[in-house]
């Protein structure tokens, strides 16, 4: 059983349009993370999710909308995708603050 | 805020050599702190950890000391193997573990 599942695992899309990115995790885990990274490895945080509750916001385009609609799932929609977008987007979870993460398998988002 | 400094790659290293990745943080009251390994096409994995100072975290023939005094949590191997090769991220949980702060990544590339 996967622990960290997202889907899909590549999207190659056009600029202009929206797409959204699945994560669920079977962890039982109550905080949620979704990272951007780009292409030399720099990981950032976008959005944390503790119990289906926004706690961290950090300065990301409107265009990126988390939705939680429980604690086991969180999911990415963006509108109107940039050739900038492109990267890899990472869904993790997580259950205090000694635990570390757990990490999906990413999502390679291509913007062309 | 945190922070979280590692030192450039890419390391490339002959089988069976010493490993050093250093790492230093800055940080506000008593982080945790990890080391992540990401392998190509991968998510991130827990390497180890250490959740308080003089803490050692190890797993696989990995270790890294949680010093306080150097703010620092160097990574090393005594006998690194082909199979070692991969992105290695030094890391720092916030006091309420609300987010992981990343360092840059160190790429390790290790030849027979």
């Known amino acids: 059983d996967t622990a960290v599942s997202q889907t899909p695992k590549y999207l190659v899309t056009q600029m202009g349009n929206d797409k959204s990115i699945k994560c669920e995790q079977n962890l039982g885990h109550d905080t949620m993370y979704w990272y951007k990274q780009d292409s030399k490895k720099f990981l950032k945080i976008m959005f944390s999710y503790n119990n289906k509750e926004l706690i961290i916001n950090e300065t990301v385009p409107n265009r990126f909308s988390p939705k939680s609609p429980d604690k086991a799932h969180l999911n990415l929609h963006i509108n109107s995708l940039e050739l900038g977008d492109s990267a890899v987007y990472f869904c993790?979870?997580?259950?205090?603050?000694?635990?570390?993460?757990?990490f999906g398998s990413g999502t390679r988002l291509t913007v062309v | 805020g945190n922070s979280v400094t590692q030192m450039e790659g890419p390391v490339t290293l002959s089988e069976e050599a010493f490993l050093t990745i250093n790492c230093t943080y800055t940080?506000?009251?008593?982080?945790?702190l990890f080391w992540y390994v990401q392998y190509p096409g991968e998510g991130l994995q827990l390497l180890l950890k250490a959740t308080k100072a003089d803490d050692k975290g190890s797993n696989k023939g990995f270790e890294a000391t949680y010093r306080k005094e150097t703010t620092s949590f160097h990574l090393e191997k005594g006998s690194v193997q082909v199979s070692d090769s991969a992105v290695y991220f030094c890391a720092l949980s916030d006091n309420a573990g609300n987010m992981l702060t990343f360092g840059g990544g160190t790429r390790l590339m290790v030849k027979p």
């Open positions: 940080a506000t009251g008593y982080p945790s």
């Open positions: 993790a979870s997580s259950q205090g603050k000694h635990g570390g993460y757990t």
